[in-house]
């Protein structure tokens, strides 16, 4: 019997079910049922608001995101903190009084067993909708920090949630509710994106240092740009330096992030080196978000958690009533362990020593007219999309050696922590416009839409009449989220990798398949051959 069933990332065991006591991210069978039944709550929560048929209040709507975002792949290992949460929302059921309508219904306390052990194709679409909702939670959890948020993407979490437990839902339903949570994340995404621009300005390009100066450091994950804020704020004529980690990397190309001086740099690749990066560092780690791996000997005594992230025993910083954070503990780790003696390079896996970001949409159309211009002209035949989530699997030497194949004149524009297999190659220009242009972290998908939106009007023709192909890494449940939303808007031909989602049943696979044309990734050269002709 299986203690445990979770599918919901691509490093799933055997590429199908991390079903014993530890799957193989490192959570726990304790720590997946403690998810399991936060879940569960939330799908109770979703059905008394649809059945009052009202709208979630503020509450309510920071328990669906937060407790969603709590179920990403490595963001929570922590059962207690998890099961914090699931008596929040059982106590926000009871005072909306709904406990006595559960009561009345066919199951008054829903399994989410029952989902496990569904029809494979009800099972496969819930689970494109479940875990499509917890990647559109992040998000709106950044915004929400932000002070920003849209009624609409609250709202349509009592829808989702309880369309999981509804068992009179057929595909017909479900097929056209995994579009809408593609267009609701899209939602999600473009208010992010207003938040952060309108709190920190305008992405612009800007080339990053892999090198750690001498002295006391702090390094900085995740995705959180208003933690890394507070801590610029905090570690200010403290002389102590921040670097970014993996999706904290386009933070360097805000305005208001960069004029920090003590902003100096990046520290090493994407998340599932940090065992090995992280391994004897001389200064602390901030996790603001995923991807946090079980920590080593050699350094959990110096990684600090906050927000939604946890795992036992590590340091949490709490946040205040406000939103404040006292990063004070973690400034004075930084002190006490000292930095390195001398400057001290973590290369990328090409053995780069510098990567650039800041390509946003802002950027890349405030020279659009150079771009039609090279496209027109024939200086740039393609343009490929070459992003998402990195991970651990071998077969994602793929995008590395997608990108290095890619004829001199394609432009690789790139998004989210997968960027680091290429971010340190230079594989040079094309007139004044780099040929790797990174977009940001995995919500500005939302920029690359805009960019390709933009560039369908000015050549007149539709997206999928353009010349770029995307070339999608997927590894956790924001990636379902954005996949998702790139299908709501019809985009077709996508190319997926490094393996295609286990929860995805045939049946699912086969509409995909004949309405996107969505395909696994074979080689580069195969890929490229079949793209470029
Ligand atoms: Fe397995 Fe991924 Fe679930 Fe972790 S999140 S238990 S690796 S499927
Ligand atoms: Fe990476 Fe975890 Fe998905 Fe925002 S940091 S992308 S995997």
């Known amino acids: 019997m299986s203690e445990m069933f979770c599918f919901q990332c691509e490093q799933v065991s055997n590429g199908v079910l991390c079903q014993n006591s530890k799957g193989a991210c490192g959570k726990t069978a304790d720590t997946s049922q403690a998810q399991d039944d936060l879940t569960a709550a939330l799908i109770d929560l979703a059905r008394v608001i649809q059945a009052q048929n009202r709208t979630p209040n503020a509450n309510e709507v920071r328990l669906f995101v937060d407790g969603s975002f709590t179920c990403v792949t490595n963001v929570n290992f922590d ?20 406990d006595a309508v559960l009561a009345g219904q066919a199951t008054s306390a829903y399994d989410l067993n029952t989902l496990w052990t569904a029809n494979e194709d009800i099972r496969s679409l819930k689970s494109l909708i479940l875990l499509g909702m917890r990647g559109v939670a992040a998000y709106a959890h950044h915004a929400a920090v932000l002070g920003k948020n849209s009624a609409e993407v609250d709202n349509y979490f009592a829808v989702a949630l309880a369309a999981i437990a509804n068992p009179d839902l057929g595909l017909d339903v479900l097929i056209p509710m995994t579009m809408e949570v593609g267009q609701i994340n899209l939602k999600a995404m473009e208010i992010l994106y207003e938040s952060n621009t309108g709190a920190y300005g305008k992405p612009a390009p800007i080339t990053v240092t892999q090198t750690v100066e001498p002295g006391p450091f702090i390094v900085i994950s995740g995705h959180d740009l208003h933690d890394l804020k507070l801590l610029l704020e905090q570690t200010e004529g403290t002389g102590v330096n921040v670097y970014t ?19 100096k740099g990046n520290f090493g690749t994407a998340w599932q080196n940090q065992q090995k990066e992280f391994d004897g560092i001389p200064a602390p780690i901030l996790f603001t978000t995923n991807c946090l791996m079980p920590p080593r000997a050699s350094y959990a005594d110096r990684v600090f958690t906050t927000s939604v992230v946890a795992y036992p025993e590590l340091s949490h910083i709490a946040t205040g009533a406000n939103g404040e954070k006292d990063f004070s503990a973690v400034i004075a780790c930084a002190k006490a362990l000292g930095g390195y003696a001398a400057p001290t390079t973590i290369t990328g896996i090409n053995g780069g020593t510098e990567v650039t970001t800041g ?67 230079n594989i040079g220009n094309i007139g004044p416009l780099p040929r790797i242009l990174d977009m940001g972290q995995c919500n500005d998908a939302y920029s690359a839409i805009q960019v390709a939106l933009a560039l369908a009007g000015a050549f007149e023709c539709g997206v999928n009449d353009l010349p770029l192909s995307i070339v999608c890494s997927w590894y956790e449940q924001k990636a379902v989220a954005i996949l998702l939303t790139l299908l709501s808007l019809g985009i077709k031909n996508i190319l997926l990798g490094p393996s295609l989602p286990a929860f995805v049943s045939p049946t699912v696979l086969n509409f995909l398949v004949e309405n996107f044309n969505i395909a696994p990734i074979s080689t580069p050269e195969a890929d490229l051959q079949k793209i470029l002709g």
């Open 79 to 98: 059962d207690a903190v998890v099961a914090k949460m699931t008596a929040e929302v059982k106590a926000a059921i009871t005072a909306a009084g709904g």
């Open 245 to 263: 980690h993996t999706e904290m990397l386009p933070a360097h190309a805000y305005p208001e992030l960069k004029r920090y001086p003590q902003l």
């Open 359 to 425: 390509f946003g949409h802002d950027a890349v159309l405030g020279v659009a007219d150079v771009v039609i211009d090279a496209v027109k002209g024939g200086a740039i035949k393609h343009f490929f999309l070459v992003g998402g989530c990195d991970g651990a699997k071998t077969g994602r030497n793929y995008f590395t050696d997608f990108v290095k194949q890619a004829p001199a004149d394609t432009v690789i524009l790139t998004l989210a922590c997968g960027k680091f297999r290429f971010n340190d190659l």
